[in-house]
T-cell receptor, first 114, second 115 residues
Framework: KAGVTQTPRYLIKTRGQQVTLSCSPI?????VSWYQQTPGQGLQFLFE???????NKGNFPGRFSGRQFSNSRSEMNVSTLELGDSALYLC?????????????FGPGTRLTVL | GENVEQHPSTLSVQEGDSAVIKCTYS??????FPWYKQELGKRPQLIID?????GEKKDQRIAVTLNKTAKHFSLHITETQPEDSAVYFC??????????????FGTGTRLQVTL
């Protein structure tokens, strides 16, 4: 099976712009979770989508949003970018079963905000 | 919400020695504890996980122990090798609930195995 893929891998934006990141999960996986990884804050949960619905949400401002399509691919959007949004954004896919939750990570999108 | 603390932040061991990384969690309802290894420039990869109905789990040179009463769990790596050098993250979540996919991570431990 192909692993989790993310595009683009690198992105440079300026403050105030918006950005959209994409994640394609492992075939058959219905859950996609997004995480922000920074040196100072570590790995922080943004949100999870399951069957096109946001099922869980972390403590991030409303500028961070996402969606999931019928083929389970997910996009994450950040509006009005701030310098502090510079980070590695990782998505992880899983079957989404409550009784078993092994998550597989993608390679990440490194976002730099200038 | 859940809070996971991880120690130490850096760990240097000689090849062949053992390494131990410890994590504590705050939510007594957490019942799933995975460990991820992240090599430089690469994605986190699951190396071992444990559920709260088990006290210890081993996979070759890697083992994880869980103390539910004290709310802490540890990763043990024996006979360390240079390829074990990486950042290790512990995490916690609640299986069998709607938040099963929400992993709360520790801050990571940078393990360096020296020759």
């Amino acid at each position: 099976k192909a692993g989790v893929t993310q595009t683009p891998r690198y992105l440079i934006k300026t403050r105030g712009q918006q950005v959209t990141l994409s994640c394609s999960p492992i075939s058959g996986h219905r859950s996609v979770s997004w995480y922000q990884q920074t040196p100072g804050q570590g790995l922080q949960f943004l949100f999870e989508y399951f069957s096109e619905t946001q099922r869980n949400k972390g403590n991030f401002p409303g500028r961070f949003s996402g969606r999931q399509f019928s083929n389970s691919r997910s996009e994450m959007n950040v509006s009005t970018l701030e310098l502090g949004d510079s980070a590695l954004y990782l998505c992880a896919s899983s079957q989404g079963l409550a009784r078993y939750n092994e998550q597989f990570f993608g390679p990440g999108t490194r976002l730099t905000v200038l | 919400g859940e809070n996971v603390e991880q120690h130490p932040s850096t760990l240097s061991v000689q090849e062949g020695d053992s390494a131990v990384i410890k994590c504590t969690y705050s939510d007594s309802a957490s019942n799933y504890f995975p460990w991820y290894k992240q090599e430089l420039g690469k994605r986190p990869q699951l190396i071992i996980d444990i559920r709260s109905n088990v006290g210890e789990k081993k996979d070759q040179r890697i083992a994880v122990t869980l103390n539910k009463t004290a709310k802490h769990f540890s990763l043990h790596i024996t006979e360390t090798q240079p390829e074990d050098s990486a950042v290790y993250f512990c995490a916690a979540s609640r299986l069998n609930t709607g938040t099963a996919s929400k992993l709360t991570f520790g801050t990571g431990t940078r393990l360096q195995v020296t020759l």
